[in-house]
């Protein structure tokens, strides 16, 4: 052992999850199904095809929406 090694540190945080998942085997199985309802989705390819195919140019200028009513 190296006389400069410093003693193992856990963050508060890093202790709080190790506990959550000892209380809780499940947690990370649970966290997954989650995940496979909202991310885990196969993509239509046409469907995002024609997404962008329909997508508009963004103007160079955001919160202009057009002429002042002046014609200025």
């Not at 190790?18 to 649970?30: F, G, V």
Request: hydrophobic share 35%; glycine share 4%; no cysteine.
């Amino acid at each position: 052992m190296s006389i400069f090694r410093r003693p193992d540190y856990t963050s508060e945080v890093s202790q709080f999850i190790e506990t959550l998942k000892a209380q809780k085997p499940s947690l990370e199985a649970e966290q997954r199904a989650g995940r496979a309802i909202l991310w885990d989705q196969k993509i239509d390819l046409s469907v995002e095809q024609a997404y962008q195919e329909a997508r508009v140019a963004q103007q160079p200028y955001v919160y202009q929406t057009g002429l002042h009513p002046n014609g200025k």
